[in-house]
């Protein structure tokens, strides 16, 4: 069995501007189709479309030591929200994305998020592997509200890297952030199971349908990325 504790929090690097470099991050990323497409599409402003099919997108991660970032120090994040239409990433491909929620354990990175127009509250996201299979659990002041079980293997020669677009608002408009991120992806890599623990949060909302249909996704115990990429007004 491989588990790690949440990681402490450390002090961070003082003068913190973007910018920041995160390294060897453990990570599970994918998308699935929702339960209450309705509701999906309520939680993106006016100005912004969703995706056709309500897609959503989750990243659950965490940064188990300060060495591993340029000043953020160890914490652990999961964030989520719809993908949007007509604004793609530069590949052309991949969506832009909309966060509706990022549950953060440091509130330095929170501070950090929130000046960038990130909905970021009090958090904490724990990832175990034990042989093939992984439970990433998601906590929102203490209370597990999403748990993901995931069928994993090992990396392999492959890599996937690129650039995410996501949008955030800031004052009275939106600012485009361009995140660059290479990661190794383990093979096989399978979400057996998505649950979204308690029908009172508002994260129920983007709770999957059942049967489960993942679009996309991949476990990366070695995932890397800058944070914000470029950053620029949405005209």
Do not use: C
């Amino acid at each position: 069995m491989f588990r790690l504790d949440p990681p402490p929090e450390e002090a961070p690097v003082p003068g913190l501007v973007a910018p920041q470099l995160v390294v060897n991050s453990r990570m599970i990323y994918f998308g699935w189709l929702p339960a209450d497409p309705g509701a999906v599409a309520a939680l993106v402003p006016e100005g912004l479309k969703p995706a056709a099919d309500r897609q959503v997108f989750m990243n659950q991660y965490v940064v188990d030591d300060a060495g591993q970032t340029s000043g953020f120090g160890a914490y652990s994040l999961t964030y989520l929200g719809p993908d949007l239409s007509g604004l793609d990433a530069p590949d052309g491909v991949t969506p832009g994305r909309w966060w509706t929620h990022y549950f953060n354990s440091s509130e330095v990175v929170r501070e950090y998020a929130a000046e960038r127009g990130v909905p970021a509250t009090p958090g904490r996201t724990t990832i175990e592997v034990t042989g093939r299979r992984l439970v990433a659990t998601t906590e929102a002041d203490g209370v597990p509200v999403i748990r993901t079980t995931a069928r994993v293997g090992r990396t392999g020669e492959a890599v996937n890297r690129g650039q995410l677009r996501y949008i955030t608002r800031v004052g009275g408009g939106f600012l485009s952030g361009v995140y660059p991120f290479v990661a190794e992806p383990v093979e096989p890599f399978e979400v057996e199971s998505l649950e979204f623990l308690e029908p009172d949060h508002p994260v129920h909302a983007l709770r999957p349908a059942d049967p489960l249909q993942v679009t996309w996704g991949f476990y990366s115990p070695r995932s890397s990325f800058a944070y914000p990429g470029g950053e620029a007004p949405l005209s």
